[in-house]
């Protein structure tokens, strides 16, 4: 069974720095592409990052690009999302989602999401 | 980037209805297209991958058609387990961008 559990939300001041994390089980993670998607209170999905299998393919929504760093750990099953410069609208709840394939895809099973409030 | 445009924005149906629901790409994305489900306080779930397959235990009541820039999603015989909001995202070439979504309530 797929298991994605995401970790390092909380509470951050404006312009201040998180690392969310996410472990992966019950699947080959380093055949598969993985993704971020954040999701504000009371609104719809943003797609927010994704990388590759092997890393070599990475990509960032506009609106984070620049701020943000995704990056995995095969050996560890982990993805994880470096968040700087943050700003109140990136409050929301994040995802970590497991890609269809090995490389750009869609997320076919998602985390249960970590909550990241920004706010002084 | 790619904008994705759903409509309607929210729908109005009753038990056994069945309903469409369209999602327009600002450019042509061939057939990289998703859709999800997602019901109130839970993660998405997704249901039709590559614009009409269909993910693993998804009952055969939702269908999924369109290629280049016009997309839709059927919902047959509508049960209480249905009502939820329904988006559409491209994954044609990233940033990879999610429709607003389509608020499924019943009437």
């Known amino acids: 069974e797929v298991q994605l559990v995401e970790s390092g939300g909380g509470l951050v001041q404006p312009g201040g720095s998180l690392r969310l994390s996410c472990a992966a089980s019950?699947?080959?993670?380093?055949?598969?592409?993985m993704h971020w998607v954040r999701q504000a209170p009371g609104k719809g999905l943003e797609w927010v990052s994704g990388?590759?299998?092997?890393?070599?393919?990475?990509g960032y929504a506009d609106s984070v690009k620049g701020r943000f760093t995704i990056s995995r750990d095969n050996p560890k099953n982990s993805l994880y999302l470096q968040m700087s410069s943050l700003r109140p609208e990136d409050t929301a709840l994040y995802y970590c989602?497991?890609?269809?394939?090995?490389?750009?895809?869609?997320?076919?099973?998602w985390g249960q999401g970590t909550l990241v409030t920004v706010s002084s | 980037d790619i904008q994705m445009t759903q409509s309607p924005s929210s729908l109005s149906a009753s038990i056994g209805d069945r309903v469409t629901i369209t999602c327009r790409a600002s450019q042509g994305i061939s057939n990289y297209l998703a859709w999800f489900q997602q019901k109130p306080g839970k993660a998405p779930k997704s249901l039709i991958y590559a614009a009409s397959s269909l993910q693993s235990g998804v009952p055969s009541k939702f269908s999924g058609s369109g290629s280049g820039t016009d997309f839709t999603l059927t919902i047959s015989s509508l049960q209480p387990e249905d009502f939820a909001t329904y988006y559409c995202q491209q994954y044609n070439s990233y940033p990879f961008t999610f429709g607003q979504g389509t608020r499924l309530e019943i009437k």
């Open positions: 019950g699947f080959t993670f380093d055949d598969y592409a």
């Open positions: 989602a497991k890609g269809f394939e090995y490389s750009t895809s869609f997320a076919d099973y």
């Open positions: 990388i590759s299998w092997n890393s070599g393919r990475i």
